[in-house]
Antibody, heavy 117, light 107 residues
């Protein structure tokens, strides 16, 4: 069965960096499927963050993270990444990875990022 | 960016009753609309895509309708497992955008 397991969440100070990972299994990670990051601030709704095509050649970002976050993938290791730089308090959220060209058909359980001094 | 507006914010329904949730897009998204539900402490789960197609394993009591800018999710007979927050999401344009959610609670 499809499994997505996020890791790398932590408490970090504003301005610092963090790298999230999402380990995928149960499907052919390197073919057909784009992958996304979606976040959810505490007690709030869902906010799409970034997407990467199946081969990594195309990427797109929400304006709120453009220039600070970078999405990437290692198809040889079935892993999706989110490099987050210049973190702000408003980046505090549970970060989910999700599979999908569209829609987002499988989601991980999330990893919590807290940005606080 | 396309703004998705869901109504009502909270819906109080008794088990066995019908629930109707609405989602409106600020411009046409054709039929590129998905519905998810999210239970406390869990990840969202895909229910409906293409505005009206049930995802794998989703029971027939869930149905979606609409196109363009107006969409509806109907749960024909609410069961205890259905009390959750429901989100609509458009995937017609970048960035992908979600509605603010409708919480379906027990009356």
């Amino acid at each position: 069965q499809v499994q997505l397991v996020e890791s790398g969440g932590a408490v970090v100070q504003p301005g610092r960096s963090l790298r999230l990972s999402c380990a995928a299994s149960g499907f052919t990670f390197s073919s057909r499927y784009a992958m996304h990051w979606v976040r959810q601030a505490p007690g709030k709704g869902l906010e799409w963050v970034a997407v990467i095509s199946y081969d990594g050649s195309k990427k797109n970002y929400a304006d709120s993270v453009k220039g600070r976050f970078t999405i990437s993938r290692d198809n040889s290791k079935n892993t999706l990444f989110l490099q987050m730089n210049s973190l702000r308090a408003e980046d505090t959220a549970l970060y989910y990875c999700a599979r999908g060209g569209n829609p987002l058909d499988y989601w991980g359980q999330g990893t919590l990022v807290t940005v606080s001094s | 960016e396309i703004v998705m507006t869901q109504s009502p914010a909270t819906l109080s329904v008794s088990p066995g009753e019908r629930a109707t949730l609405s989602c409106r897009a600020s411009q046409s998204v054709n039929s590129n609309l998905a519905w998810y539900h999210q239970k406390p402490g869990q990840a969202p789960r895909l229910l409906i895509y293409g505005a009206s197609t049930r995802a794998t394993g989703i029971p027939a009591r869930f149905s979606g309708s609409g196109s363009g800018t107006e969409f509806t999710l109907t749960i024909s007979s609410l069961q205890s497992a259905d009390f959750a927050v429901y989100y609509c999401q458009q995937y017609n344009n970048w960035p992908l955008t979600f509605g603010g959610g409708t919480k379906v609670e027990i009356k």
